[in-house]
């Protein structure tokens, strides 16, 4: 094999690009061709019956209209799909737009089940940033057995809720009816606990999330105008417009959980101090949830500083008189009080 | 059921379920009673497993590294004990294999005895497990090991006040230097026995929310069945939605666990 | 049967009533139990410990910690420590392996042919059970046990002691950004002995992604049975560019770059793996680090003996003897002229001379697979074979190893060995799949043969890939 090498190098750096182009991921060939499944007809039905059952869980009307633009498809398209969706017993036609019939909401209700699952699965086991939990569960939602579904659930303890805080509905279709009121819907000077953050549209979610808003966060509203909606929380402001408090969902909670000041993390602990643990922060959940606690790293217990690892990440602790190492992105999720 | 021949008035009868420790693939053939080991990881189990049954298990100061089961077995006072020597682990709540493999031994194989090996120089964090396992089982006898580090670093601990806590017999033991053994056996042997009578310490404490739910719950388990031992215990694992136990329930097996001697304490719900 | 389908409809009727009490119970239900469970043993534990002046650890436990997890000594003392057993390993290892060989392969071996002789066993009967399958039976134990008899052992001290665990601690971080866990570090440093004990203690690690990743990469540990290639080869031709003065350092400089790159290799994949098929944020690292204890000495030597060099060195033999046949076989089937291992040489030459190998290389790798340690024999009886040499080697099928470097060297360039073709072999011995034992244990522990061929055919690749650019670029200056 006698190839001149610089024809053999430009032949193989041709093929390495070629390699890139086709896996690179969300925008390479294969991602597309990924995307591109997303959008069959079968999927397509499957996302309208989502929104429709989404809109009758918020008490909503869904219309030709707003299935449209949930699916950003024309009116036409959008249409074709109703009257499909209706000649398989799925949803009803009535003046007002549309209704899910009982197979109809099974079946949605299934779609979402895999759904919230796969999202779950993603946060718990995989670790995977929040950003992309979403994106992800809408291609896997429509792929999923039942069957999948329910080993995937029984494989992670049967989780009652994703990620989000929406309950997860049961393999037999049984979801308990909304919880909690919108943002929006609450007085200066109470205080909450945020129960549910919708991660749809994206460029909502992702402001949400940058902000440091989750579920199980207890805030208080401070200040409240047309125009936007002041926040505390653990001494920590944060002011959002009444467009993304819409996209929150809260509880009342007694003025007694509300925390005032602001509070430390393990990551700011430093050697011969000796802080105890409040709580830890819901975004550490899973697997490392569990292991922390089992560390007995629980409200209460008495937590130290060992020592530091030579490239500063992970730090040894003491808790309960074992060394315990942590990284820091974890020790950032261990809120204390009462540092001495 | 097989082992339903067990009479109920039979004192010193063994309590383990041959049934299902076949299935959790332990054969008691020429054994009389089987003891299980649990424990945090590197408390020292395959120590005392090595101690007892001179096996040559690997043992190695390191969280994690015994992972498959180990058995043996040895003589006592004319009996046979089979000994198992479960994979350490910090809790049985979880949902990770190795706590899978512990918590069903406990649960399904019923071992006449289980024992729980702790770090003494840690009790605190050691009980966590210990609690749980007593949730589980009655009959259990904890080794309050690595004494001789805990003496080293003056942590000085009652075992008398800690054995009338948990009701259970506490044995501090070196595995390292072999010392406290004797003792150990014996406590073993008399819990297998039914000589000795745990009375185990019930988790209590838990918020009124919780405790009604496990309340409500276990009262329907018990209905359906009322030889089991530890209903309560059930009832928190179907809370947090536990797919082995939801199993259990489901297909009837959780039945075939139950109080087979008059000296365990059934449950008061 | 009615009322037993009854009394299922009743059990399911029970979970479906805990199903409908866990909305109402919400998401914290496993941190309360957990809390609650913690009160109590904080009630019951202040209840009968008492501790006047405790000390949760000792003086000397503090300072040896402060010294080997120190930003300064950290990572010296580590390195250090680690090329102490691997050296202590080879060089160990040297005069145990000489011994055993006298004795299998040099005495028994010949004794063997002779006993067969004087029976009148048929060459080819012969040939197949004493050239083949025991003489590769043979090689394996004599080059594979002594130094796994002392690897292990002493790896097992630092096990003991409670060392691992702050290489763990000390490593953690590099592992962190290739989005793997820090005690991924343990099983790298157990796979440089050997990788099939490397990927058996990839059990330690708790997140199955995380473990899956560790397997894939050990692979990229130069272990035990590829030192010693690496050496002599980096002697042969690498040490010989240099001034006779400097050739041994220069060659142990290749030898040790090899080894840098296969970490390099190792965290390269594992970042690679962990953001596309293995996706997912390096979890939480939550490592106990337990106190240091005086290690046992006799216990560790027995238990280590047995827990793993045996199970390793069972493993390998099993694999190695149809593997001798098979060797024996191509050296010995003949088609009019040429054997089959000829007719495959000949066949795989261009191709690999391509890529800077040769196809005697290409077929050594292949039916060498049982263990990395009859490569080089296996290659020199090969170009033996196919270059018609005489006066060396034992004859078609026989593996055989000189103990001169010099003539092994000559035997090599009479094969048509280049600087490029010792490079590139170094390179491929680096990177190449796994050993027939280290893939059957991947399988046993993955239970999966997805990942096992994976972890198989991606070395490969990557290994033929390598060496192309490596060929190439050399063509090309
Ligand atoms: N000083 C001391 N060391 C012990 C004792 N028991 C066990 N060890 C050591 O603790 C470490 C862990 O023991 P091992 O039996 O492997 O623990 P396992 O993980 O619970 O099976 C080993 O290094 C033992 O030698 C003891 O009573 N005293
Ligand atoms: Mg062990």
């Known amino acids: ?340 | 059921m097989q082992n339903k021949n067990i009479n109920s008035d039979c004192v010193n009868c063994p309590v383990h379920n041959v049934a299902n420790l076949v299935k959790l693939g332990v054969d008691m053939e020429g054994f009389n009673y089987v003891v299980a080991l649990a424990g945090n990881p590197n408390t020292g189990k395959s120590t005392i497993f090595n101690n007892l049954t001179g096996l040559r298990q690997h043992t190695g100061n390191w969280p994690g590294k015994t992972v498959s089961r180990a058995e043996g077995g040895y003589e006592f006072k004319d009996n046979k004990f089979k000994i198992v020597d479960l994979p350490g682990t910090y809790s049985l709540l979880s949902t990770s294999t190795d706590e899978e493999v512990a918590r069903n031994f406990i649960l399904f194989g019923q071992p006449d005895v289980t024992v729980i090996v702790v770090d003494s120089t840690k009790l605190e964090r050691n009980l966590n497990l210990v609690l749980q396992i007593l949730e589980i089982t009655d009959r259990a006898v904890v080794s309050l090991n690595l004494i001789d580090e805990a003496t080293r670093k003056n942590i000085k601990i009652n075992e008398r006040e800690l054995s009338k806590q948990l009701g259970i017999p506490v044995v501090p033991t070196s595995a390292r230097s072999r010392t406290g053994m004797d003792e150990l056996l014996n406590y073993i042997h008399q819990v297998a026995t039914g000589e000795y009578v745990c009375k185990p310490y019930r988790i209590k404490g838990y918020s009124k929310k919780i405790n009604k739910s496990i309340d409500e719950l276990s009262k329907r388990i018990i209905t359906l069945f009322p030889d089991l031992p530890n209903a309560r215990w059930v009832a928190i694992r179907l809370l947090e939605g536990d797919q082995t136990i939801i199993d259990a329930v489901k297909s009837g097996e959780i039945g075939s666990i139950s109080v087979s001697t008059s000296n365990s304490i059934s449950e008061a719900v | 049967m009615k009322s037993n389908n009854n009394l299922l409809d009743k059990n399911i009727e029970l979970v479906s009533y805990a199903d409908s009490l866990r909305w109402e119970l919400g998401e914290n239900l496993h941190d309360s139990i957990t809390e609650t469970i913690f009160e109590d043993a904080y009630s019951i534990a202040s209840k009968s410990v008492s501790s006047i002046d405790k000390k949760v650890r000792t003086n000397w436990e503090v300072s040896l910690d402060r010294l080997v997890t120190s930003r300064i000594f950290g990572f010296p003392i580590m390195f250090l420590l680690l090329s102490l057993v691997f050296w202590l390993t080879i060089e160990g290892a040297n005069v145990p392996s000489q011994f055993l060989s006298s004795i299998l392969i040099d005495d028994f071996h010949p004794m063997l042919k002779g006993l067969s002789a004087s029976l009148g066993i048929p060459h080819f009967i012969d040939g197949l059970l004493i050239d083949g399958a025991y003489l590769s039976m043979a090689w394996v134990i004599s080059v594979m046990l002594p130094p796994m008899a002392i690897f292990f052992p002493l790896f097992t001290l630092l096990e003991d002691f409670g060392y691992l665990p702050r290489v763990a601690f000390n490593m953690d971080k590099l592992f962190q950004k290739a989005g793997a866990h820090g005690k991924q570090a343990l099983t790298m440093s157990m796979g440089f002995g050997c990788n099939a004990a490397g990927v058996i203690a990839a059990r330690v690690i708790d997140s199955p992604r995380e473990r899956l990743i560790a397997i894939i990469t050990n692979n990229f540990s130069l272990c035990n049975g590829r030192w010693p290639t690496q050496i002599l080869i980096a002697s042969i031709f690498i040490g010989s560019l240099a001034p006779a003065s400097l050739a041994g350092l220069v060659s142990a400089g290749a030898v040790v770059g090899v080894a840098l790159l296969g970490i390099f290799l190792s965290l390269v994949t594992s970042w690679g793996l962990s953001k596309t098929v293995l996706k997912g944020e390096a979890s939480a690292f939550s490592l106990e680090l337990p106190p240091y204890r005086p290690p046992v000495i006799l216990r560790t030597l027995y238990t280590s003996l047995i827990d793993r060099t045996i199970i390793v060195l069972w493993r390998a033999i099993v694999f190695a003897v149809p593997a001798g046949m098979v060797i024996w076989l191509v050296s010995n089937i003949h088609i009019y002229d040429l054997s089959l291992a000829e007719y495959f040489i000949d066949f795989t030459n261009p191709y690999a001379l391509f890529i800077g190998l040769n196809g005697v290389i290409f077929l050594a790798y292949i039916i060498a697979i049982p263990a990395n340690e009859i490569v080089i024999p296996t290659i020199l009886m090969l170009t033996v074979m196919t270059t018609g040499l005489i006066g060396t080697g034992q004859g078609n099928g026989v593996m055989f190893e000189l103990d001169s470097i010099k003539e092994t060297g000559d035997i090599l360039r009479a094969g048509g060995w280049t600087v490029l073709t010792g490079i590139n072999l170094m390179l491929f011995s680096l990177i190449h799949n796994p050993c027939s034992t280290t893939i059957y244990t991947i399988y046993k522990e993955t239970g999966s043969l997805k990942w096992t061929i994976f972890s198989t055919v991606y070395p490969i690749i990557l290994g033929l890939v390598v060496c192309f650019l490596v060929a190439q670029i050399w063509f090309l200056v």
Not at chain 1, 62 to 69: E, F, Y
Not at chain 1, 109 to 119: D, K, N, P, Q
Not at chain 1, 170 to 176: A, H, N, R, Y
Not at chain 1, 253 to 258: D, G, H, I, R
Request: proline share 5%; with cysteine; aromatic share 4%.
């Open chain 1, 1 to 340: 094999m006698e190839i001149n090498p610089v024809i053999s190098l430009s032949i193989f750096a041709v093929i390495v690009v070629l390699g890139i182009l086709l896996i690179y991921p969300k925008r390479g060939i294969l991602a597309k061709y990924a995307k591109l499944k997303v959008s069959s007809k079968k999927n397509q039905l499957e996302d309208a019956l989502k929104h429709i059952f989404d809109y009758e869980y918020h008490n909503l009307k869904p219309t030709l209209n707003s299935i449209a633009g949930n699916l950003e498809i024309s009116t036409d398209k959008a249409s074709q799909l109703v009257s499909k969706l209706k000649k398989s017993n799925l949803i009803l036609i009535n003046d007002q737009g549309v209704s899910l019939t009982e197979d109809g909401k099974l079946y949605a209700l299934r779609v979402i089940r895999v759904h919230r699952l796969w999202e779950n699965y993603l946060a718990e086991e995989i670790g995977m940033n929040e950003l992309e939990w979403h994106d992800q569960a809408e291609m896997i939602e429509h792929s999923l057995t039942p069957e999948e579904a329910d080993a995937l659930s029984a494989k992670m303890g049967n989780p009652k809720f994703d990620p989000h805080g929406d309950p997860i509905p049961s393999t037999d279709g049984i979801m308990p009816v909304k919880k909690g009121v919108s943002l929006n819907e609450v007085e200066e000077g109470e205080t909450l606990r945020i129960l549910h953050i919708e991660d749809e549209p994206k460029s909502i979610y992702t402001k949400l999330v940058s902000v440091n808003l989750f579920p199980g966060r207890v805030i208080k509203v401070i200040l409240k105008t047309v125009k936007k909606i002041k926040l505390s929380a653990d001494g920590e402001e944060i002011t959002i417009t009444p467009l993304l408090a819409s996209n929150i969902n809260v509880e009342h909670v007694a003025k007694s959980e509300f925390i005032e000041e602001k509070q430390r993390d393990l990551l700011s602990l430093k050697k011969g101090e000796i802080g105890v643990v409040a709580r830890i922060l819901p975004v550490c959940r899973g697997q490392q949830r569990r292991r922390l606690l089992d560390f007995g790293i629980v409200p209460g217990s008495e937590i130290s500083v060992l020592m530091k690892s030579p490239m500063n990440d992970p730090i040894a602790y003491i808790v309960k008189d074992t060394i315990v190492a942590l990284r820091k992105d974890q020790a950032k999720q261990v809120i204390l009080k009462n540092v001495s």
